[in-house]
C-alpha cells in the first residue's frame, strides 16, 4: 500500500515529527541526537525568529500505522526578498530506505510550495543555509563536527531518485595535529605579514563575548554578502545566535583582527559538542554534568570553525594567513587538541579552499544541495 501523507498541525504531531530520526538512527554509531527541546523551539513558527520573515509545512509519512519519514517545506521571504529569488526550501528530511514514502514527502512539499508562488526547490535547508544544512553524501563512516548532519548513504539515492539534482556542494575540510606540515614559503609569508604590524588581533573574553559575538556577526554578514545561497540574519536572529553560542563557546578560539581600529576579520572555533549530545541522547536531564564529566576529554580534543569572515577591503593584505596561522598557535599550546574541522566551505570558493589546504587540510567530507524546477 501506498504511504499516507499527513500534514502536522498540532503539538502532538509535532512530537511524532521530532522522533522520526531517534527511531530511525538511535543504534547507529555515527548519529548525534539533536537536543529534543531546541529542535521543537527551532519547529515552532510561534516561538523561534526564523519565523517571523518564513513559513512552512510539516509532512509527515505513514505506512502501516508506523512513521516511516518527515519532511518540511519551507519558504524563506527574507532570503528571497535578498537574492532576488523565489526559491522554495525543503529540509529537516529523513526517511526509510522506502523511495515511495520519500517521494510522496517531496511531491507533498513542492505541490505545498508551487502554491505559494515558488519557482523552485533548494534543499536540504533545516531551515536556511544559516542554520545546518546539506546531505552527505561521502564520509559517511567519520562522525560529524558539531551543527553538522549525518545521515544515510540511500538519502541521496531517495532524493536522486525524485530527479532532484546538486546544485552546489559543502566541504568540511580537515586539520589534523599530527598531519600539520605548513610549507616554508607559508611560514616566511607569515612572518612578513606579522613585522609588518598592520594588524591587531584580540581573543574574546567572558567580558567581552556578547559584544565580540555581535561584532563577528556583523563580519560575516558583510564578508558573506555576495556568497551563493547567503541572506543575512535578522536582529532576532543575531539575538538567538548570541544566547546560542555563549554557552558553548571557548573565548581562546575565538579571535578578531583590527585595522586601525576598525574590525576587519575574525574566526569561531567551536568545541566539539556531539560526545556530550551523543551521551545525552536527546534530552538535558539531572545526570547532564556527568555526561559532561565523562565526555570533556573528546570535547577539549576537537573543535570546528564555524565562523570565518574577512572584510573585502582587507581581504587582499594577508589576513586569511594571519587568522589560520593564529588558530593553529592556540591549538599547538594545547597538549590535548587532535583536530580542527573548517566546515562548511563551498566548492566553489576557490580561495579558502587553497588556504586550508596550505595549512594541511583535506576534504574529509562532501554535502550537497539539491535543487528541482517547480511546475506552475
Not at 535547508?125 to 544515510?152: E, H, K, R
Not at 541521496?156 to 575540510?173: I, N, S, T, V
Not at 536582529?235 to 581600529?261: K, S
Request: hydrophobic share 40%.
Amino acid at each position: 500500500m501506498s504511504p499516507d501523507i499527513v500534514t502536522v498541525r498540532d503539538a502532538r504531531d509535532l512530537e511524532r515529527f521530532l522522533d522520526v530520526p531517534f527511531r530511525l538512527h538511535a543504534g547507529h554509531d555515527l548519529w548525534i541526537p539533536p537536543l529534543r527541546s531546541q529542535d521543537r523551539e527551532l519547529l515552532s513558527a510561534d516561538r523561534h525568529p526564523f519565523w517571523q520573515t518564513a513559513r512552512r509545512e510539516l509532512f509527515l509519512a505513514v505506512r502501516d500505522g508506523r512513521d516511516v519519514g518527515r519532511l518540511a517545506a519551507i519558504v524563506d521571504d527574507k532570503y528571497n526578498t535578498y537574492a532576488g529569488e523565489s526559491c522554495g526550501a525543503f529540509g529537516f528530511f529523513e526517511c526509510e530506505n522506502d523511495p515511495e514514502a520519500a517521494h510522496a514527502l517531496l511531491e507533498a512539499a513542492s505541490q505545498w510550495l508551487t502554491g505559494q508562488g515558488m519557482s523552485f526547490m533548494r534543499g536540504p535547508l533545516n531551515p536556511s543555509a544559516n542554520y545546518t544544512c546539506g546531505l552527505l553524501v561521502d564520509g559517511f563512516d567519520q562522525a560529524p563536527a558539531i551543527m553538522m548532519p549525518w545521515n544515510p548513504p540511500w538519502y541521496a539515492e531517495l532524493l536522486e531518485g525524485w530527479f532532484l539534482r546538486k546544485e552546489q556542494d559543502l566541504f568540511a575540510y580537515l586539520i589534523e595535529r599530527d598531519r600539520l606540515d605548513t610549507p616554508d614559503w607559508l611560514q616566511q609569508e607569515v612572518r612578513c605579514l606579522k613585522a609588518e604590524g598592520r594588524f591587531t588581533c584580540r581573543t574574546s573574553s567572558r567580558t567581552t563575548l556578547t559584544d565580540d559575538i555581535r561584532i563577528m556577526l556583523d563580519i560575516y554578514r558583510q564578508s558573506w554578502a555576495h556568497n551563493w545561497g547567503f541572506s543575512p540574519l535578522s536582529e532576532a536572529e543575531a539575538e538567538q545566535h548570541v544566547r546560542e553560542l555563549r554557552t558553548i563557546l571557548d573565548p581562546e578560539f575565538f579571535v578578531l583582527f583590527f585595522h586601525q581600529g576598525i574590525p576587519a576579520a575574525g574566526m569561531v572555533a567551536l568545541p566539539d559538542m556531539n560526545p556530550l549530545l551523543k551521551r545525552l541522547g536527546g534530552k538535558i536531564g539531572l545526570s547532564a554534568p556527568w555526561h559532561w564529566w565523562r565526555s570533556r576529554a573528546a570535547i577539549r580534543s576537537s573543535y570546528r570553525i564555524m565562523l570565518f569572515g574577512i572584510m573585502e577591503e582587507f581581504r587582499l593584505m594577508g589576513l586569511p594567513l594571519l587568522l589560520f596561522d593564529y588558530m593553529l598557535e592556540v591549538a599547538a599550546r594545547r597538549p590535548e587538541f587532535r583536530q580542527v574541522e573548517g566546515s562548511w566551505v563551498l566548492e566553489d570558493n576557490v580561495a579558502v579552499n587553497d588556504l586550508i589546504e596550505d595549512f594541511s587540510g583535506r576534504i574529509s567530507k562532501r554535502y550537497r544541495i539539491y535543487r528541482k524546477e517547480l511546475r506552475a
